[in-house]
């Protein structure tokens, strides 16, 4: 018996996706159009029809490119170019980020939208990297469904703990992930848990771009897929075409497993909601204070009203706890998609500086505790395994993780100097400290190197998790390339539609060509707070008209179902 919520049937193992406080369609639930198991896979794509306009391949790649230990088989979607053979310019790989995130799922969700922007010259290519969803080997941690159930469980504050709750959590979380640890090793028959790497990732892109007929990847990709399109770019320099990486994770930080500066614009991404209420009002900001430093205090007064006193709700599908852990991921994740999120934040604030719990509590990711058993489910292959492809790239990837207790709090410490998000964020080095698979000789860094073509690097003002500094420091790594810099809050470039962002990327893929050095971009029409008697839809509006603004609309679709995904494993992957 598993239990379901509000989000698709994969939200528990999506680790309650959250940027959006919003049903995500096809990326978070695995579809029964089409059947994998009836594919075999091949060393060259063969392409079935699927998904209705798609088509399908499984590619048989090494599952260890330095022996003969086996294949994987990647799963591989495609929305073809609509363009005359004359004009066809190759795939575009898109990479969602996670790690773990479905590039399948994502693509077949919208690859309209994505052909829309990009252009029909191109093949829109969605994959799932190995060991995620419909890729083979999968990887799994639990022998039964309810044994993952007990370890996914679908609330926020048991799943992510602030680590300020008590002087326990720390303890308790390093015990958990010392057993993950232990089971995922002992159940690792296969030997397949090594090879789940970033680096394997890569040389499987250049094998899929092979197997299209092309030397030099196309490739897209926002947060973890950012690491992952510069890792690609170190290890196969003369094999870049276009690789465009939007939101940018440090490849220094990640292999040595210390993201402590990846919340370095945090509390910078928190100010813009302070100031963004103030300059909104009261008929448009639901917390609204004359003053952002009021405004601050008053949040800081909720939550510590919350740390003495819990929110009890109960209501007809479901119950819970709005506690001091809830509450810190409350905050969080309104950080991430600012211009879907904060308008509802500052409402849910109010309710609950009212007493009202109920509604913040119903709006989220609340469980609803039904019984989503279904006869023709049974026998299906796993595919739902996300959680254990987050704890297996991202541990496996980076150094050695031996912290014990104490020093672990030490770590914590020294992080929160950086943000006051230290107790949410520092969860990622105690969910490694148990890991146990590493496979030696595998890619660490250095990250850098002078491509066949220059990399176009994008980061945000105000990013909650991959600060600019870290975009920049990416662009000096690889000579020529540019960086464009799109002035807004939020995780990545589709937090909100940019004429000036997007125009450049569309460039870049369709021409080569770049934006001026030190560009910097305005978004179109995002507000913050939207007035109530706005036209926005949605918290938005575009300032475009005719085909600019069909662009933005594909850009707003695919930013959509991006954006959650990106956000996946927030509290200690991105």
Not at 475 to 491: C, E, N, R, W, Y
Not at 515 to 541: K, Q
Request: hydrophobic share 40%; with cysteine; glycine share 8%.
């Amino acid at each position: 018996m598993a239990f379901s919520s509000r989000f698709s049937r994969l939200a528990i193992a999506s680790q309650l996706l959250f940027a959006l406080f919003v049903p995500i369609p096809f990326a978070f639930g695995q579809s029964s159009d089409f059947d994998w198991e009836t594919l075999t896979a091949y060393e060259n794509l063969t392409w079935t029809s699927c998904y209705g306009g798609f088509q399908c391949s499984l590619l048989k790649v090494p599952l260890d490119y330095s022996a003969d230990k086996g294949n994987a088989s990647i799963a591989v979607v495609r929305l073809p170019a609509t363009a005359p053979k004359s004009e066809y310019l190759g795939p575009i790989l898109f990479n969602p980020g996670g790690p773990g995130g479905s590039g399948v799922s994502t693509i077949v969700s919208i690859g309209s939208q994505f052909a829309q922007f990009l252009g029909p010259q191109f093949d829109i290519v969605g994959f799932d990297p190995r060991g995620v969803s419909f890729s083979k080997p999968a990887v799994s941690f639990f022998k039964t469904a309810a044994e993952r159930q007990s370890w996914t469980p679908p609330d926020l504050d048991s799943r992510y703990p602030s680590l300020n709750a008590s002087s326990g959590v720390i303890p308790r979380v390093w015990g958990q992930f010392q057993l993950i640890g232990q089971l995922a090793q002992e159940r690792d028959t296969d030997d397949i848990l090594q090879h789940i790497t970033t680096d394997n990732v890569a040389r499987d892109m250049l094998r899929i771009t092979q197997a299209f007929g092309f030397e030099k990847l196309q490739y897209w990709g926002v947060s973890y897929g950012s690491l992952l399109g510069a890792t690609f770019a170190t290890l196969f320099p003369d094999n870049v075409g276009r690789i465009a990486i939007d939101g940018i994770m440090d490849s220094e930080a990640w292999y040595s497993a210390n993201l402590t500066d990846s919340i370095l614009d945090t509390d910078k991404t928190l100010q813009t909601f302070f100031d963004g209420c103030v300059a909104a009002g009261p008929s448009a900001c639901a917390f609204y204070a004359p003053t952002a430093s009021q405004i601050a205090a008053n949040l800081a007064s909720l939550t510590g009203s919350i740390l003495a006193q819990p929110f009890p709700v109960k209501t007809a599908i479901s119950h819970g706890i709005i506690d001091y852990s809830w509450f810190r991921n409350y905050i969080f994740a309104s950080l991430y998609s600012p211009y879907n999120a904060f308008s509802g934040f500052a409402q849910g604030l109010a309710q609950l500086t009212a007493g009202n719990a109920t509604g913040v509590y119903t709006a989220n990711q609340t469980p609803d505790f039904e019984c989503d058993c279904k006869a023709e489910d049974a026998g299906k292959p796993f595919t739902d395994n996300i959680y254990e492809s987050l704890i297996a790239t991202s541990c496996g990837d980076g150094a050695v993780v031996s912290d014990s207790i104490s020093d672990l709090r030490a770590f914590y410490e020294r992080e929160a100097t950086v943000s006051s998000f230290a107790d949410i964020w520092g969860l990622w080095r105690i969910h490694c400290s148990g890991w146990k698979v590493h496979r030696p000789g595998r890619f660490q860094g250095p990250v850098g190197a002078n491509t066949s073509f220059p990399l176009l690097i994008i980061g945000n003002t105000a990013d909650p998790v991959t600060p600019i500094a870290w975009a920049k420091k990416a662009a000096a790594l690889f000579p020529k390339s540019v960086l464009l810099t799109q002035d807004s809050p939020g995780h990545t470039s589709l937090v909100a539609p940019s004429s000036c962002t997007h125009g450049a990327l569309r460039a870049y893929f369709q021409n080569g060509t770049f934006p001026a050095p030190n560009t910097v971009c305005d978004i179109d029409g995002a507000e913050l707070f939207p007035a109530a008697n706005s036209n926005s839809g949605n918290h938005r509006r575009s300032l475009k008209e005719g085909g600019d603004n069909q662009l933005l609309d594909a850009v707003r679709a695919i930013g959509d179902v991006v954006r959650p995904i990106a956000a996946m494993g927030r509290s200690w992957v991105v």
